[in-house]
Structure formats: C-alpha cells, structure tokens
C-alpha cells in the first residue's frame, strides 16, 4: 500500500469517526429556530391526501427527501454504502455518492461503485467531484465518472473553508465559473452544486444558474462543520487548532440561505441541505421553496450501525414531514410554492 493509499484511507475514517461526534456538529447555530410554521387547527384534507411523491432531475421519487454525499471509494466504506444504497433502492430516495476523487487515480474505487450499480439497478444516484478536481483534472476523466456510476446528475461540491483546514494552503479555487461552466456544456447529465456546510450566497446562486446549473444546494450552516472536522485531524498543528476557534459561526445557515433566495425558488431548482435533523426542518425548507431536501449526517450515524437503523431514519424522516404537511393542511410539495405557511419568529 503506498504512502498517498494509506493517508487517503485513514482520512475517511477520520471523517466518519469525527463527523459522528457532537463537538463537530453545531445545532445550536441552526437557523431553523427562527421560521414558525403556520398550523392548521382544520386542514380539510386527510392524512391520507398527503403525498411526498416528487420529480427529481426528470425521474419519480416517494421523498422530497435524499441522501447528501457521503464517504466514498475507501475500504471500510463499501458496506456502509450498501447499506445506504439498499436502503435508497428499497425506500425509492434519491442518493449522492460521496466524491469519486480517488477514482480518478485509482480503478479499484470504480469496481466499488459497479458492484452497487448492478446490485441495485434502479438505483438513481447522482455522482460528486469537489470543485479542486474540476479546475485541475482533464475534463474527460470528470465525465467518466459520470459513466462509470451511470448517475442521473453530477454534484460539484464548494469547499473553501475544509480545504484550508485540510493544511493545503495551496487550496486551488481560481477560475472555478469557468470549470463549472464548461463542465454543463459538455456532461450528457445536470450539473448540480452544493457546499459543504458553510452556505452557498445569493450571487454565486444566481451566476451558477445562469450559466445552466440546473440545481443549487444551498447547504448552510447548523450541521456538520467541516473546518471543526479538519482541524480536529490536525491537531498536531498549533496554528490549525488556534485558527479554527474564530470559525465556528462561519457562512450562512441553510434558511438565511433560503430566505436570500425568495425570487428565485420559484423558477428554480433550489435544494437544501445542511443541518437537517428532522423531518420538520425538512418542512420548513420545502416551506420557504427548497424543491429538495439533504440528510447527511443522521444517515451516516444510522448506516454505521445497520440498513435497518438507515432505513427507520428515513421513514421517521418522511413521517415527521408528512404530519408537518399534514398540520398545515399542504397535500403535495407543489402546494408550498402557492400557500405561503410560515412567518419569522420574532421570538
Ligand atoms: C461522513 C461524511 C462524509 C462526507 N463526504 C462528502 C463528500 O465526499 N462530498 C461532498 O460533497 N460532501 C460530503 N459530505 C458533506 C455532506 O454532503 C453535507 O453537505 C454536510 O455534511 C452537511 O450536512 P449535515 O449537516 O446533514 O451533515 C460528507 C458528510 C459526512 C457526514
């Protein structure tokens, strides 16, 4: 096994580990607390009228809800994304793989994704690349992972912050537009984008749109803090450990994101993620316009355990939405973008 195998394998086992710890997660900075949904003490409709049916990239699903990308292409990882896939194939969500980088210097991480592929052949997955391999990678290599995976969509996740923390001070983000830009000219399948924690603005949302990105996630902060997890690996750096404390609140939640974007969530495909930890904040993203929404974290916690585990997470997931809908007397996810069922705390 040579030295960059060995540093890749333990660093994706660091993230799992990490990520699972609540000193990474930040609930307490989660916007979700300042947006009250409006209740229906008569919805006139049953909860059997509710339905959670959704079209996503042009194929059906049973959820508004769908797996964010998650840890691929390293040893211990392909159970936990069996689990993951089995369940996605049995519950009809959609799935994003964690990113395929390795796949681009190493075959063995493809073979792992072909085996789920023929497992589960009805399985929609969409693929990811950060945007660092985007900008320095042969384009051709980028849409063979698209083939390789057979994915309906190709997530290019936005990391500046993980990438500092990382230690690479060298973080290669120029030009970034113009690698996305060319990246939707050229793959056969929608380009989506998404951050990783720390939210995507209102300006960058629009110019992604306008070149033909055809989802933005926003993924705002109140989850999974990806510079607490980098700087936690690195804590044999001093400057690392000093620097990160000063970041803690960094970017924009996922409803400040949300709420920035009030004129475009009609005409577009706004997704949300980042934070989600149940099926309520699911409901006040859909409120506020989301057409989809992510869940990291949790799944990953329940994957480590069993497809089961993954499994109740995602039924109490949709269940928690469907009563919310139902409370608010919404029958489909269309509803929202017609009804206006929330206002901002003012507590
Ligand atoms: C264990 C783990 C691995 C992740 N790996 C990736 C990845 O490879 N690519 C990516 O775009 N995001 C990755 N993420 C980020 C998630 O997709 C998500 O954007 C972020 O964790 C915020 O969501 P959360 O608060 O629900 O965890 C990962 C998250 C977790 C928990």
């Given at each position: 096994?040579?030295?960059?195998?060995?540093?890749?394998?333990?660093?994706?086992?660091?993230?799992?580990?990490?990520?699972?710890?609540?000193?990474?997660?930040?609930?307490?900075?989660?916007?979700?607390?300042?947006?009250?949904?409006?209740?229906q003490?008569?919805?006139?409709?049953?909860?059997?009228?509710?339905?959670?049916?959704?079209?996503?990239?042009?194929?059906?699903?049973?959820?508004?809800?769908?797996?964010?990308?998650?840890?691929?292409?390293?040893?211990?990882?392909?159970?936990?994304?069996?689990?993951?896939?089995?369940?996605?194939?049995?519950?009809?969500?959609?799935?994003?793989?964690?990113?395929?980088?390795?796949?681009?210097?190493d075959?063995?991480?493809?073979?792992?994704?072909?085996?789920?592929?023929?497992?589960?052949?009805?399985?929609k997955?969409?693929?990811?690349?950060g945007?660092?391999?985007?900008?320095?990678?042969?384009?051709?290599?980028?849409?063979?992972?698209i083939?390789?995976?057979?994915?309906?969509?190709?997530?290019?996740?936005?990391?500046?912050?993980?990438?500092?923390?990382?230690n690479?001070k060298?973080?290669?983000?120029?030009?970034?537009?113009?690698?996305?830009?060319?990246?939707?000219?050229?793959?056969?399948?929608?380009?989506?984008?998404?951050?990783?924690?720390f939210?995507?603005?209102?300006?960058?949302?629009?110019r992604?749109?306008?070149?033909?990105?055809?989802?933005?996630?926003?993924?705002?902060?109140?989850?999974?803090?990806?510079?607490?997890?980098e700087?936690?690996?690195?804590?044999?750096?001093?400057v690392?450990?000093?620097?990160?404390?000063?970041?803690?609140?960094w970017?924009?939640?996922?409803?400040?994101?949300?709420?920035?974007?009030?004129?475009?969530?009609?005409?577009?495909?706004?997704?949300?993620?980042?934070?989600?930890?149940?099926?309520?904040?699911?409901?006040?993203?859909?409120?506020?316009?989301?057409?989809?929404?992510?869940?990291?974290?949790?799944?990953?916690?329940?994957?480590?355990n069993?497809?089961?585990e993954?499994?109740?997470?995602?039924?109490?997931?949709?269940?928690?939405?469907?009563?919310?809908?139902?409370?608010?007397?919404?029958?489909?996810?269309?509803d929202?973008?017609?009804?206006?069922?929330?206002?901002?705390?003012?507590?």
């Amino acid at each position: 096994m040579d030295q960059s195998f060995k540093d890749f394998e333990s660093r994706k086992k660091d993230h799992i580990r990490l990520a699972l710890d609540s000193s990474s997660q930040q609930l307490s900075k989660s916007g979700f607390g300042q947006i009250k949904l409006i209740h229906q003490a008569l919805p006139e409709i049953n909860f059997t009228d509710v339905s959670l049916k959704v079209q996503l990239l042009g194929h059906d699903f049973s959820s508004p809800h769908f797996i964010s990308s998650m840890t691929a292409g390293h040893e211990d990882s392909l159970e936990i994304n069996l689990r993951l896939a089995r369940a996605a194939q049995k519950k009809n969500w959609l799935m994003g793989v964690g990113s395929q980088r390795r796949e681009l210097t190493d075959d063995r991480a493809a073979a792992e994704w072909k085996k789920i592929k023929l497992e589960f052949p009805d399985l929609k997955l969409v693929s990811n690349i950060g945007i660092a391999e985007l900008i320095q990678q042969p384009l051709d290599k980028i849409l063979l992972l698209i083939e390789n995976l057979g994915s309906i969509g190709i997530f290019v996740h936005l990391n500046p912050l993980q990438e500092v923390f990382q230690n690479k001070k060298e973080a290669i983000f120029a030009q970034g537009f113009k690698a996305i830009e060319i990246l939707v000219k050229k793959s056969s399948v929608p380009v989506l984008v998404k951050e990783v924690g720390f939210g995507i603005n209102r300006e960058t949302t629009e110019r992604l749109l306008l070149m033909g990105v055809k989802v933005v996630d926003v993924t705002g902060n109140g989850g999974t803090h990806w510079g607490q997890i980098e700087a936690a690996r690195n804590h044999d750096n001093a400057v690392v450990e000093d620097a990160i404390t000063a970041f803690h609140d960094w970017g924009q939640s996922t409803i400040d994101c949300l709420l920035d974007l009030q004129e475009q969530v009609l005409f577009h495909q706004i997704w949300a993620s980042g934070g989600i930890r149940n099926g309520v904040d699911s409901a006040k993203c859909l409120a506020l316009g989301a057409r989809a929404v992510g869940v990291a974290q949790p799944l990953m916690k329940a994957a480590v355990n069993s497809e089961a585990e993954v499994i109740k997470t995602m039924e109490l997931f949709d269940f928690q939405l469907k009563t919310a809908m139902f409370c608010m007397g919404i029958r489909k996810y269309e509803d929202f973008l017609h009804k206006k069922v929330w206002h901002v705390s003012n507590k």
